[in-house]
């Protein structure tokens, strides 16, 4: 279980975080949803100890990320995988040795088990032999489905996702949108995705909460958002970003 306990940070005294709640259950996949700049790949940052709050922690599996030390932190970040918001690949390095990459560093496998792994996480990525292909030779929705693959090689027990499906076509954000689910179900990966795209909110979140102006003003399961009242949450969840105060 991920628990984001009161998390506030500024960044040169603008206020970005305002004492933020958030509970992500085992075997959840909960959606992040607002506007942009709100803070949404802010938060994710804290979740993998990229960024530390300046006030409230953040608790993974009963243990605060913000007071470890960094060896424990070193362990708790490969439970944790992350897809960025550009999918983040070198591009001087092909798909097999990006792949690679972390548990190489890690040296979590055998050295003659790797390949065979990089081919396994390629297939369930549906992607087949484009190990020696370099990033500028792939389509945007490979690189994000490498990316995925990369970050999946650690066997992480959680899976954050920073807007998986901005700027792909309906058809490739659809099957990205599938492959998390199926992340989520097969393999049992804890997910966290961001998002500002509403199809795939509802169609990958068993909860959805929206960020705004700080803290977060919404939490529940798709149809409780569809149902809300809360004028700042209908105006997001049709369309009209214009929100009033
Ligand atoms: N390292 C940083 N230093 C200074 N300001 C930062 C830093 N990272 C983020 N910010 C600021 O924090 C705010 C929130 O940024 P963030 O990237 O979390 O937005 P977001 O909700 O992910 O937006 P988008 O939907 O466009 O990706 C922005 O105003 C941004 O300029
Ligand atoms: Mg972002």
Redesign the pocket.
């Known amino acids: 279980m991920i628990e984001i306990k009161k998390v506030s940070k500024s ?2 005294e ?1 206020p ?1 975080l305002n004492g933020v709640e958030l509970i992500i259950e085992d075997g959840s996949s909960h959606v992040i949803i ?10 994710l940052k804290h979740i993998v100890g990229l ?1 530390k709050p300046d006030e409230g922690d953040i608790w993974v599996d009963n243990v605060s990320v913000v007071s470890m030390r960094r060896r424990e932190l070193y362990k708790t970040r490969v439970k944790i995988g992350m897809l960025f ?1 550009g999918s983040a690949l070198f591009d001087s390095m092909n798909v097999e040795e990006n792949i690679s990459l972390g548990v190489r560093e890690h040296r979590m496998f055998p050295h003659d088990e790797i390949s065979d792994r990089v081919a396994a996480k390629l297939e369930l990525v549906d992607l087949h032999g484009i190990q020696k292909k370099f990033p500028s030779e792939l389509s945007g929705g490979m690189k994000k489905r490498v990316s995925l693959a990369r970050a999946l090689m650690m066997e992480p027990k959680y899976m954050l996702y ?2 998986p499906t901005t700027g792909l076509d309906p058809v490739m954000a659809d099957a990205i949108n599938d492959l998390i689910i199926s992340v989520r179900d097969r393999l049992g990966v804890t997910s966290i995705v ?1 998002t ?1 795209d509403m199809a795939s909110a509802y169609k990958v979140g068993d909860h959805i909460s929206m ?1 705004h102006e700080g803290l977060v003003n919404f939490s529940g399961t798709p149809d409780e958002i569809r149902k809300s009242k809360n004028r700042v949450v209908q105006n997001f969840i049709t369309g009209n970003q214009v929100v009033v105060a």
């Open positions: 960044f040169d603008q970005v607002g506007r942009s700049g709100c803070g949404k790949s802010v938060l960024l918001q920073d807007e961001v500002h960020l």
